[in-house]
């Protein structure tokens, strides 16, 4: 059996609406091995996108525990080695070309040496991005981006990659080719993916398929 | 470089876009500050520089005076020379004449000067134009040039020299002869009131119109350099005859020279407002750029980015926005004071006020002295207020929590 990189057990979340505690995880369990993709889908509004942050560790959890690959620490050191995000609105930073912003997730664990800067090149060149790796972001179409940010992803070789709905700002075809891209990296990498997602077509390429309701996986 | 770092650059100065206005203008900000405090600092420098030159130059770096007169001066002199790092010294007699070029008065100081060791201690050659100091002896004399100007007198005429003798001599009814001197020679210090009112002669022709005899007013003591004044005085007071006391050339000109210093502390203190105001228009700028990059720094944390790291990306651009606009504030700074002349020459042209700004100022021309040590008082100073600009910001960005920044509109 393959290694278990992801283990959430019994998440809960509550937020306070107005006077009310909202219930919007009401423990989640979850467990990812590596090379395996999960899609999440849910309604707007039930709690995909916290759910994620939870794994993420970028927020925490009321209740329940969560480990990467069987540690307990999720702090952003360890974030930065063990996980890689992509988002909807890719996050591009403005001012970096698309080979500086592949680095910089490289960068935030150690200064780059020659090996960081050819396997960026490499990543760009995977995502077929190879001719663009010195375009601003303002300078590639959104497709291209979000393929940045796919190859940014990837950096420092993480062992799991959370997506956040990374087709909802583009068009179909090029959302098509952006998961494609995704699962093919991870398959090749065996890289563990969870991809948050509304579309059901893309959500049947991955080996799982999971259902957010009433803030409980199904 | 470490990312934050890196990041704080290239925020400031992206390659391959637009040069990013708001770093145009906090650079700008705070290179005029530095500008200004560099210029004004290096003019009031200037000042006390060339106040210290002419008064070293014409007078040696030590005067020794008695409360009268120095009847035994050369032993005095053999005294001073023989302390430890003391040159040279010259006796002086100095003291008011009138003096009358054809039919046109005027009221110098007159200055007798002891030809056969002047030129250890004073450097008065080189002033001498239209003549040579050579030339002077007994029966001659050398005019400071506004005093030769106003009298319309030229090298090779003779004046007639009355000292304050003619006083005692009317007393006692005796008949009193002005002394006739020749002209040899025009002295141009670069110092107004030196050049306006100076009549050079020997120092036995001093102490003839002033019936001094043998003696002297003063000596003038020359040291060597590197020698620290004050030690030399205490040494040379030691050394001397009690009633006879050795003042250093700031103890001479102590009250201006305090003046000029505390002008200058107060001026420094007020330009550095210049710097603190663009501190807070670095400050105003970067916490706008946090607001705008809100969801880049929920991205730098979601990437693994530090909130201390995140914060020391803001305080690196307040600290880089310090260095550039220094160095920019340098070379504007040190561009303007290789111009300064023309500039106010430019503007005394223009207001038709050259003389006024030559009577005012007492230089020919604007002096400016750099210290290194207030340079890098302005460096240091600069670097630190722009990087406490930055720090407010830094706060605000490190607070932000990844997950509500991403969500941020």
């Known amino acids: 059996m393959a290694e278990v990189v992801l283990q959430a057990q019994r998440l809960a979340k509550n937020y306070l609406s107005g006077t009310q505690q909202l219930a919007v995880l009401r423990g989640v369990d979850l467990e990812v091995a590596a090379g395996e993709s999960v899609s999440i889908r849910g309604e707007s509004g039930s709690g995909k996108s916290t759910l994620l942050n939870l794994l993420a560790g970028l927020d925490s959890a009321d209740t329940g525990t969560l480990e990467w690959g069987g540690v307990a620490d999720t702090g952003t050191a360890r974030r930065a080695k063990f996980l890689g995000m992509v988002f909807q609105s890719f996050y591009l930073i403005p001012e970096l070309n698309a080979r500086a912003n592949v680095l910089m997730a490289a960068r935030i664990v150690a200064v780059p040496g020659a090996a960081e800067r050819a396997r960026a090149d490499e990543l760009l060149r995977r995502v077929g991005l190879a001719e663009r790796a010195t375009h601003l972001p303002s300078q590639l179409s959104g497709g291209e981006r979000q393929r940045v940010a796919v190859a940014r992803a990837l950096m420092n070789s993480p062992r799991l990659i959370l997506a956040d709905e990374p087709t909802g700002n583009l068009d179909e075809h090029t959302g098509d080719a952006v998961i494609d891209l995704l699962l093919a990296v991870c398959r090749e990498t065996g890289t563990a993916l969870v991809l948050v997602t509304h579309n059901a077509a893309h959500a049947k390429k991955t080996n799982r398929q999971l259902f957010l309701r009433e803030g409980v996986l199904h | ?409």
Request: charged share 15%; glycine share 8%.
């Open chain 2, 1 to 409: 470089m470490p990312w934050y770092l890196y990041l704080a650059l290239k925020q400031l100065f992206p390659s391959g876009r637009k040069f990013p206005f708001f770093t145009a203008i906090s650079v700008l900000g705070v290179a005029l500050g530095v500008a200004l405090l560099v210029v004004v600092t290096s003019v009031m420098g200037g000042f006390g520089h060339e106040i210290r030159r002419m008064i070293v130059d014409t007078e040696g770096e030590v005067q020794v005076r008695a409360s009268g007169y120095l009847a035994d001066y050369r032993g005095v002199i053999q005294r001073i020379v023989s302390v430890p790092g003391v040159t040279a010294a010259t006796p002086y007699a100095t003291g008011p004449v009138a003096v009358v070029y054809k039919q046109r008065p005027a009221y110098p100081l007159l200055r007798g000067l002891d030809l056969a060791t002047i030129d250890k201690v004073a450097n008065l050659a080189r002033f001498v134009h239209g003549g040579r100091l050579d030339d002077l002896d007994d029966d001659a004399v050398i005019l400071s040039a506004q005093l030769a100007s106003s009298l319309g007198a030229f090298v090779g005429d003779t004046l007639e020299v009355y000292s304050p003798l003619i006083f005692e001599k009317l007393k006692n009814d005796e008949v009193f002869l002005p002394r006739e001197l020749k002209i040899v020679g025009v002295l141009e210090i670069g110092h107004q009131q030196l050049d306006s009112n100076t009549l050079y002669c020997t120092l036995r022709a001093a102490q003839d119109l002033y019936g001094l005899g043998p003696a002297a007013h003063g000596i003038n003591v020359r040291l060597k350099p590197g020698v620290n004044e004050d030690e030399a005085v205490a040494l040379i007071n030691a050394a001397v005859p009690r009633g006879v006391r050795a003042h250093s050339w700031q103890d001479s000109f102590s009250d201006f020279l305090w003046v000029l210093n505390l002008e200058k502390g107060m001026i420094f203190f007020l330009l550095l407002f210049v710097v603190i105001v663009a501190a807070f228009s670095v400050t105003s700028s970067l916490l706008i750029s946090v607001v705008r990059k809100t969801r880049e720094i929920g991205l730098l944390g979601a990437l693994g980015g530090a909130p201390r790291h995140v914060a020391a990306c803001f305080c690196a651009q307040g600290l880089f926005i310090g260095v550039f606009g220094t160095l920019l504030g340098l070379a504007l700074g040190f561009g303007a004071l290789a111009v300064r002349n023309d500039i106010v020459l430019a503007i005394a042209r223009v207001t038709q006020r050259q003389e006024v700004l030559q009577r005012f100022y007492q230089f020919k021309q604007l002096p400016a002295h750099t210290s290194v040590n207030e340079v890098m008082l302005i460096v240091g100073l600069t670097i630190v207020i722009s990087t406490l600009a930055g720090l407010l910001p830094a706060w605000r960005a490190a607070r932000l929590k990844p997950v509500e920044a991403l969500r941020s509109e």
